[in-house]
């Protein structure tokens, strides 16, 4: 069956997003149809005024409507420890946890030779301006655990060692509510690694 071309244009700009394949996108795109005028408006506009409004913060790069951001500015929270993550997404899920108050720095992505991403891409020199300010006691890697994640730990924690500044890894292991059995040999082996005193 042929599909109407404004329809097959929005199926084809749908699949662009992360995570949708064909499949996802003509569904969504099947939904949208059926949404009336007003609810169309009002998603086109919520798209355009998150393009036009949303930011980087100035000092941790993560999104902000207001520069510095709401973790930057805050005065209650531990400026002396800075969690570094890739993505800003990655702050909001270490938010979640209600266990971490102290401070963000955004990579803006991953080491990755082969996608052509090295450091000089990323916000690393501004981690390292940030510790050569003073007050930061410990900056604590919590990158994904997977190749590009480690690489980029690795070398942070090289151009950190100069500072004499404490560095730290998040642990990694098996989760909460697992089975041993089903885990995977890397995962079992960081989670002996990682492990502590009870």
Aim: glycine fraction near 8%.
């Amino acid at each position: 069956m042929q599909l109407p071309k404004p329809l097959e244009q929005l199926i084809e700009r749908l699949t662009r997003l992360p995570g949708i394949g064909r499949k996802s996108a003509q569904r969504l795109a099947f939904f949208m149809l059926h949404l009336r005028q007003e609810e169309v408006a009002e998603l086109a506009e919520a798209i355009l005024r998150a393009r036009e409004r949303v930011k980087q913060c100035s000092v941790c790069f993560g999104v902000t409507e207001t520069d510095p951001c709401g973790v930057c500015s805050d005065t209650d929270r531990d400026h002396s420890r800075i969690c570094v993550v890739e993505e800003a997404k990655d702050v909001l899920a270490i938010e979640r946890t209600g266990e971490f108050r102290g401070v963000y720095h955004v990579l803006g992505g991953a080491l990755s030779p082969l996608d052509g991403v090295g450091p000089e891409h990323l916000h690393i020199r501004e981690l390292l301006e940030r510790v050569e300010r003073g007050g930061v006691e410990e900056v604590i890697l919590a990158t994904n655990p997977n190749l590009a994640g480690e690489a980029t730990t690795m070398y942070i924690w090289k151009a950190l060692k100069p500072h004499k500044v404490r560095t730290t890894r998040i642990a990694h292991g098996v989760p909460v509510g697992g089975d041993l059995e089903y885990a995977d040999d890397l995962t079992l082996a960081k989670a002996l690694q990682g492990r502590r005193e009870m």
